[in-house]
């Protein structure tokens, strides 16, 4: 068996979550290989909310192993605040929830300098950051001087790199008008977790081959999106880590022949949060009302979300950069009672229209919208595509023949069940 890989295919948010939870039923080891507590992904299950930030949305699922794998940045006290609510919920994790050695440790200097340097927004433009620590901390993994998870258990070596990692974003701190912390204080505060955190260590990348040979089912799940991708996004406005689907790969350490199938989730309109382009932006009623209706506020800060149309050129982008066998669609019943429903199908440039996402140019770039008529009423109790309004089926056709890749999963609410599965992603 090999894995499916679940990733964003917009600016993050699209429901990656809700679609993970679902297939989690069947799937026997769930990986997240990206990003840190930027992430917020919501569960709806029996009308109960709950936000994973760290743990796998599969943790749910009495019966499938979780992993936190190499690629990510973990906030350590994050993870135990987390451990703590769901153990709270009645949901065990000891013993199926696995952290790799080598994924890194977002520490307080992190945060502090996030957080500043979005406050001052001195060395270039602000991005809007979640402030939780992340870009610093991959900029430390990068240098060569982070903390990793596996230290933990010689605390001895976690101060003699915290000590130079302080060192090293000093003059950043004072440039910034902050301060960096003592060492003592970080050290006090990690001595509080550690042994919370060293049982669940594990040398994942071995973990996930030996069930991937098992014929086990593994699904890798994407955070934050393709538009937010460092390597493929809107730069800068965009995240530290890799959110697309090869970063299954390198940030889990499987081989790319280990991925069977790529599954990419947009929503039905757009949304992002944070600065950057967004050229179908709304800024209108329209625009609220969709916020509004969708409850786009983010999972992690409470910021609002920015809303607009869809963008069929950046939904192709993200068909290509990733992969994508399929596309699950979601939110379609934030939609409803829209009369006519705007899309963008191409770009007006200096150079001509394109169907190509212009992604250095999007700031001067004119989206070319089409108008699909909308349709009234609830579609939140559709469990088949046959039960949709005809029009709503219109506009998926549309999608689906812009895009080229077919739509396996549509979904119609938040909970589990409000959900229409036209394909299985384990096939
Ligand atoms: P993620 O980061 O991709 O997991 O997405 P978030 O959880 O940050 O944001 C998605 C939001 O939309 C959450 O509040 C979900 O409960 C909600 N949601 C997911 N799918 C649907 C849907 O089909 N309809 C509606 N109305 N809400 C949905
Ligand atoms: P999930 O996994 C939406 C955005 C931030 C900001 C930019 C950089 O829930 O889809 P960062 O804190 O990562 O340095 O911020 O990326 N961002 C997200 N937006 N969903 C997310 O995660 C995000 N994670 C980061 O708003 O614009
Ligand atoms: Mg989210």
Request: neutral net charge; proline residues 5%; hydrophobic residues 40%.
């Amino acid at each position: 068996m090999s894995g499916v890989v679940i990733i964003g295919a917009q600016w993050g948010d699209e429901g990656k979550g809700k679609i993970v939870d679902l297939f989690t039923e069947r799937a026997d080891v769930v990986v997240r290989f990206g990003g840190g507590p930027n992430a917020g992904h919501t569960l709806v299950v029996g009308g109960e909310k709950l936000v994973v930030r760290l743990t796998p949305s599969g943790v749910l699922r009495p019966s499938s192993r979780c992993v936190m794998a190499q690629g990510m940045v973990v906030d350590p006290w994050v993870l135990v605040a987390e451990i703590d609510m769901l153990e709270a919920r009645g949901v065990r994790t000891a013993g199926r929830l696995f952290l790799s050695d080598r994924a890194h440790l977002v520490l307080p200097y992190h945060i502090a300098v996030d957080g500043l340097r979005e406050e001052r927004a001195l060395f270039g433009s602000k991005i809007g950051t979640t402030k939780r620590g992340i870009g610093p901390c991959y900029e430390d993994k990068a240098a060569r001087r982070g903390v990793r998870a596996g230290d933990l258990r010689d605390m001895g070596r976690v101060e003699d790199l915290v000590r130079g990692a302080i060192a090293a974003w000093e003059p950043v701190l004072r440039a910034l008008g902050g301060e960096p912390p003592k060492v003592a204080d970080v050290m006090e505060r990690v001595a509080l977790i550690a042994e919370r955190v060293t049982p669940m260590l594990a040398e994942t990348s071995r973990m996930i081959d030996a069930a991937l040979r098992k014929n086990e089912r593994v699904l890798f799940e994407g955070a934050q999106g393709t538009l937010l991708d460092l390597d493929h996004g809107t730069y800068p406005f965009v995240t530290s880590s890799t959110a697309v689907a090869a970063g299954a790969c390198v940030g889990s350490g499987i081989g790319p022949t280990r991925v069977g199938r790529v599954l990419g989730v947009t929503k039905g309109y757009a949304t992002r949060v944070g600065e950057g382009p967004f050229p179908t932006e709304l800024h209108d009623a329209l625009g609220e009302r969709i916020r509004n209706q969708g409850g786009e506020f983010g999972s992690v800060t409470g910021r609002p979300r920015r809303t607009g149309w869809l963008d069929l050129p950046a939904l192709r982008y993200a068909a290509r950069v990733n992969g994508l066998d399929s596309l699950a669609v979601t939110k379609l019943d934030v939609l409803s009672g829209i009369e006519e429903i705007q899309v963008c199908t191409a770009y007006d440039t200096p150079s001509g229209r394109t169907d190509d996402l212009p992604l250095d140019a999007l700031s001067s770039a004119k989206p070319v919208y089409e108008a699909v008529e909308g349709w009234p009423g609830s579609i939140r109790a559709a469990k088949t595509m046959e039960e949709l309004p005809a029009a709503a089926r219109a506009y998926l056709a549309r999608i689906e023949a812009a895009v080229g890749v077919p739509i396996d999963l549509v979904s119609v609410g938040p909970d589990r069940e409000a959900t229409i599965v036209v394909r299985e992603v384990f096939v």
